[in-house]
């Protein structure tokens, strides 16, 4: 069961023009009969047992148009606002002094002044008493016993004698409560008026007017005039709206009790107040079809309030997002061109070590050419070379041309390991400018990488063939040494050859 249950509040309001002890008005200076009149309302907010919490006075300075420039009134009032309009006024002490073109003024202050009326309020659930806030929520049969106590008197003359009675107040309380939570409402003082989804509820009294007509015995058992009401109904989940209170002082002022000279008089006036109440609470139900439309419109208020609240909340929120999401947008966007420029730059890297690169293969190509063309002649001279030295093992006779021929065979062969320098020079120039544009593309690289995983596989690629290139060189300078010793060998082997051969050479003969 939901206990978050909105107990009752109570509101007074009280229509009379002397309640909290103000004075007439006067105008200009003049009498009040200039046509300047005060009309004063009470608003009590009490609570739902009935204890005030605070009071609010509304006044309405009704000018008739006679009245011009300042209209002094007296007012102890605190807090003082014009309601409605933009006349201004001074204050000193009591006096209010206004300025006006001839129209009427409202305003509005607080008092903390006693009220003339208490009002008093208990709840019996299933014959318990019971506390409102206990109250909200619980289902069963309520008892709500309303009692008012008249503590203004006042003197009146009443069959030629002056007589202390209560000043004639008329209570009125309703209240609407919905069919959803209450049913079988009745009141004893009073009435019920439905509408199948809400009961309405007025009840009526008159506190301190039986004590002021003194009644007693038979009379005082035939005229009932209530201090108050007992409303009753069954309840389930109990929720109440608030109760408002009426006090109206006008009411009796027809009846004319002070002029009463006996009985018949009195009856009839009372006939008359009898029927005036049945007009007041018939009268009420226009006021509370009036209450609830009210009411009704005060709940899409809030309901349209709260709905805007929410649409705020989520206007808010998107707003909120949107700014982090616009922030997150300038981040990226920045990092983007960040990354864009970086890329830019990488980009222009590789392809400068590409060309590098390029530059660099086309001169190993060269370098590679040469050393081909010197390994050649090399060769060539190692054949010169080699078919000397047969000729000379051949023929000792032809040792002349035979070392003429290594001779030439030797000069053969330095001249191709000059050519095989020069081409392991271009050689080696090559490799450098390989290597160069290897690290000028390993930075290009190393710029673009994250967005370059492509490029890689072409760079192990280009890796396995660098390695087997390098493998290829190693296994030509194998070649070279094997032909450096080779001709090494070669050259020991001639020197040996010579050593042998001169000792054989012969003394030329004589003739």
Known sequence: MNRNKKILNVTMAAGMAAVLGTTPVIAAAQEADNGVSKEETVYVNATAEGEIKDITVSDWLKNSGSAEGDISDVSDLEGIKNVKGDETFTQDGDKVTWNTDS?????????????PVDMKIKYYLDDQEITPEELAGKSGHLRMEVSYTNKSKKTVKVDKKDVEV??????????????????????DNGKVISDGDKEMVVGVAVPGLKDSLDLSGDLSDKIDIPEGFTM???????????????????????????????????QDSLDELD??????????????DGTKKLYDGTKDLYDGTEDLKDGTSQLYDGAKD????AKTLKDGTSQLYDGSKDLDDGAGQLYDGAKT???????????????????????????????????????????????????????QLNSGAKTLQSGISQYTAGVD???????????????VN??????????????????????????????VTAYVNGATQLTDGVSTYVAVQVPWHREPRTM
Do not use: H
């Open 450 to 479: 994250s967005n370059m995983a492509e490029y890689n596989k072409g760079m192990k690629s280009l890796t396995d063939g660098v390695n087997k290139y390098v493998a290829g060189g190693n296994q030509l300078a194998d070649g």
């Open 166 to 187: 209560y000043s004639p107040f008329v209570m009125v309380t309703g209240m609407i409560l919905s069919s959803d939570n209450f049913s079988n409402v009745t009141i």
């Open 357 to 411: 690169l390029n530059t660099g293969a086309g001169q190993l190509y060269d370098g590679t050419t040469s050393l081909y063309s010197g390994t050649k002649t090399l060769y060539d001279g190692t054949r010169t070379l080699y078919g000397g030295a047969s000729t000379l093992a051949s023929s000792y006779n032809e040792f002349d041309a035979g070392v003429a021929s290594a001779k030439t065979g030797a000069s």
């Open 103 to 115: 129209s009427d003024i409202y305003y509005q202050g607080t008092s903390n002044k006693e009220l």
């Open 275 to 288: 029927d005036a109440a049945v007009k007041l609470v018939d009268g009420s139900k226009d006021l509370f």
């Open 232 to 266: 009753e109904a069954d309840v389930t989940d109990c929720t109440m709206g608030n109760t408002f209170t009426m006090a109206v002082t006008d009411l009796l002022s027809s009846l004319n009790l002070e002029d009463s000279d006996d009985l018949d008089e009195l």
């Open 322 to 325: 949107l700014d982090d999401g």
């Open 433 to 447: 400018s390989l290597a160069s544009g290897v690290n000028s593309y390993t930075e290009g690289v190393d710029t």
